[in-house]
């Protein structure tokens, strides 16, 4: 079965920089698009990156623009979102999403979690 699993969250200072993996499983990982969300306490959760089967296509939220990079190697299965210049608003439960399947359907991991904080 479909399966994501998330790693690399923390603790870490304003201004700091952490890389996000997620490795899937139970799919043909190349043929589908791959995008992280987080939400924060008592806020819904947001999509902040996607990125499509071949890694060409390429979207963010506005306020990690220039900030976060997603990107895929499709020879692990695993996508991966840079983040630097961390600011406490980006503090959240990250998770990574795929969507497959007829009718389509959303497959979340576990989730990691992310603090900025000093």
């Known amino acids: 079965q479909v399966q994501l699993a998330e790693s690399g969250g923390g603790l870490v200072q304003p201004g700091g920089s952490l890389r996000l993996s997620c490795v899937a499983s139970?799919?043909?990982?190349?043929?589908?698009?791959m995008s992280w969300y987080r939400q924060a306490p008592g806020k819904e959760r947001e999509m902040v990156a996607s990125i499509s089967s071949t890694g060409t296509s390429l979207s963010y939220l506005d306020s990690v623009r220039g900030r976060f990079t997603i990107s895929r190697s499709n020879a692990d299965r695993t996508v991966y979102l840079q983040m630097n210049s961390l600011k406490p608003e980006d503090t959240a439960v990250y998770y990574c999403?795929?969507?497959?399947?007829?009718?389509?359907?959303?497959?979340w991991g576990q989730g990691t979690q992310v603090t900025v904080s000093s």
């Open positions: 999403k795929v969507r497959r399947g007829f009718p389509p359907r959303d497959y």
């Open positions: 139970g799919f043909t990982f190349s043929d589908y698009s």
